[in-house]
């Protein structure tokens, strides 16, 4: 603790009582409601089911989206969101003793579709709920959190949310519209409100550890100098938002055996960190999702890591060199199936010594040799 020092114009030298920063945290904290001291660093995350879009959203193979923060994934239709967020992170927040509340605005997550994504829907592991106003959807998150902070910090939950999706939520004006036959829209209304909701999420969650993940719908951009798609309901949302992940339909034709097909197996749901704020942004992955089989959490690792030039191609082979150089050697295919768990021991490697560059791979791979006199 500081103690301040006066002097008198005279130069006698007196000392000043300490400031007391305990007092002042305990009085400031009681006089503002919602007010948190410090900083809330996530301590739990919720993986996404793929390794690679882990690691591009928070630089960690393991970890996948934050509690404590605000999460969207924006799309087309078709794409995957629904069934990373509703299916993936329901189950694996499920697993780890995390309580999901799934707001579905679209009506389409059915029982037997969450069931065969082996989420629990069981009363006491899933709460979900249909709505389709955002006012709704802004009182039922405030409500739950009044509740909430009544608990025993000990006994509070750890908790999830859902929204599936912001683009389908309604504003009153569009209710009172479609009552009154009049179909003009909301004239701007529920980006404002969009952005609102996002707003005060953040600032409830932080403290309290609550995660909130949500879908969005996107649009063709008419920009020829921005071709990306745009994420629709404006732009305050995204700015309120930690991660944010863009995510494009294409089609997969390809067999489990990785063999080229003509019909159409499933999808691959191109991803792009359009933001984060605990890893590098604008990386992208292309994860398979086979309509047979489900998503692969190895989906999408080989063609990560050699286009950081990690993996080196070297005839027919891939080759990954560890820093303790070790060497793996093997075809493509062998990669894609983490034959002998090389894509396990390169992911390892990589938690432990960071990503290894393409230079040092080359040094590596090709030793000196030794200089003649």
Not at 145 to 152: D, I, L, N, R, S
Not at 273 to 285: G, L, Q
Not at 346 to 368: C, L
Request: a negative charge; charged letters at 25%; one cysteine or more.
């Amino acid at each position: 603790m500081r103690q301040l020092t006066l002097y008198f114009s005279t130069g006698q030298k007196i000392m000043a009582k300490a400031f007391d920063i305990s007092k002042f945290r305990k009085s400031i904290t009681k006089s503002i409601d919602g007010l948190s001291i410090g900083f809330n660093d996530p301590t739990d995350w919720v993986s996404t089911n793929n390794y690679a879009l882990n690691y591009l959203i928070s630089g960690d193979f393991k970890r996948g989206i934050p509690l404590g923060k605000v999460t969207v994934f924006a799309g087309e239709s078709g794409a995957g969101k629904s069934f990373i967020c509703s299916g993936n992170l329901v189950k694996n927040a499920q697993a780890q003793g995390i309580f999901p509340i799934l707001i579905d605005t679209e009506n389409a997550l059915d029982e037997k579709w969450l069931h065969a994504l082996d989420v629990d829907t069981s009363p006491d592991k899933l709460l979900k709920l249909n709505m389709a106003m955002i006012d709704d959807v802004a009182k039922t998150i405030t409500e739950f959190v009044a509740e909430y902070k009544t608990m025993p910090e000990d006994e509070r939950p750890k908790v999830l949310f859902i929204i599936d999706s912001l683009g389908m939520l309604l504003t009153p004006t569009d209710v009172n519209q479609f009552q009154a036959g009049d179909l003009k829209g909301d004239m701007g209304r529920k980006p404002k409100a969009l952005t609102a909701l996002v707003r005060n999420c953040v600032n409830m969650f932080g403290s309290l550890g609550i995660g909130l993940v949500a879908t969005n719908h996107t649009y063709a951009s008419q920009d020829m100098f921005d071709p990306d798609d745009k994420i629709s309901g404006g732009q305050g949302f995204i700015y309120a938002s930690s991660i944010v992940v863009a995510m494009r339909k294409l089609k997969l034709k390809l067999d489990a055996d990785g063999n080229k097909t003509t019909t159409v197996q499933g999808i691959r749901a191109a991803c792009k960190i359009m933001k984060t704020r605990y890893a590098k942004p604008f990386e992208s992955v292309q994860v398979e999702i086979p309509y047979e089989t489900g998503m692969s959490p190895y989906s999408g690792l080989v063609d990560l890591f050699e286009a950081k030039g990690m993996l080196k191609k070297e005839g027919n082979s891939l080759v990954y060199t560890t820093k303790d150089g070790e060497i793996i050697k093997q075809f493509r295919k062998a990669w894609e199936r983490n034959e002998k768990e090389g894509l396990d021991i390169a992911m390892d490697d990589i938690s432990k010594h960071g990503e290894i560059s393409a230079s040092e791979i080359t040094t590596i791979v090709e030793p000196e040799t030794e200089t003649q006199e």
